[in-house]
């Protein structure tokens, strides 16, 4: 895909690694259209890309609703025209484990709403969209590629099913998209991620995440233009289709 005049639809594109993937596509020609549930941070992002002469139009959705999805898709496409590509990025995270228990009593345990959430934007949300996208491009006749972000933990994590469930979902998704859209002209890939310094990451102590770069054989956390370059080379590859690009320092969980 020639990325120049390209429409990106990024999801979580107001900020961290959206925000990044965003800025690196729109140095390379592509006009942006920007998903995520916080309208404020869309319009600071919006004017942060425009700031560095970038085309971006911000749209509010929640990416586990259907409703939302299907009429923020319809709102991208009447403001800015037929898509050509789709980043689904957003996610959450509600680490706990399973069961925590001591001296045979248990103390906690994950909570259903716990799981759900988790699995309802980082895996409901990805399928939303995908079909939202996927439909569009066919309809619209053209060809078009899906990357989703999944990550390092869909092999497993202590303390993150509910993650590591839907991020493992996300790949399996990738691979069956891939066969059922190649017929369309559709590529669909994945980034897996490391553990990145973005938001999210930042609110670990800072005793572990010195262990968790301790693990890390580059010896330290990716940066969110790490992951936007993994996307970009995706999309520009038209030979890239079905699998997993990892990128994640060479750490293995």
């Not at 689904?88 to 799981?115: C, F, H, P, Y």
């Not at 691979?175 to 017929?183: D, G, I, K, M, S």
């Not at 956390?221 to 990892?246: C, H, K, S, W």
Request: net charge negative; aromatic share 4%.
């Amino acid at each position: 895909m020639q990325l120049d005049n390209a429409l990106i639809a990024i999801t979580g594109g107001a900020r961290g690694r959206g925000l990044a993937m965003a800025e690196h596509l729109g140095q390379q020609g592509a006009s942006l259209a920007l998903l995520d549930r916080d309208g404020e941070s869309l319009e600071a992002a919006v004017g942060r890309l425009a700031e560095k002469g970038l085309k971006a139009r911000g749209f509010v959705v929640d990416v586990a609703d259907e409703r939302s999805v299907r009429e923020a898709f319809a709102a991208v496409a009447d403001a800015l025209g037929p898509l050509d590509g789709l980043v689904n990025n957003a996610g959450i995270v509600r680490d706990g484990l399973l069961v925590k228990a001591r001296d045979g009593q248990v103390q906690d345990t994950m909570s259903l709403a716990e799981w759900q959430q988790v699995i309802d934007v980082n895996l409901t949300g990805v399928f939303l969209c995908g079909r939202e996208a996927a439909s569009r491009m066919i309809e619209d006749g053209r060809a078009g590629v899906i990357v989703n972000i999944s990550s390092v933990v869909r092999h497993g994590n202590i303390g993150q099913s509910n993650y590591a469930a839907a991020k493992a979902g996300v790949a399996s998704l990738t691979v069956t998209w891939a066969q059922e859209l190649a017929r369309h002209g559709i590529r669909v890939g994945a980034v897996a991620p490391g553990f990145i310094d973005t938001e999210m990451t930042a609110a670990i102590r800072e005793d572990m995440r010195e262990r968790l770069k301790a693990r890390v054989p580059l010896g330290r956390m990716g940066q969110p233009d790490d992951i936007a370059e993994g996307v970009a080379f995706i999309l520009a590859n038209d030979y890239f289709t079905g699998r997993v690009l990892e990128c994640d320092g060479g750490l293995r969980l």
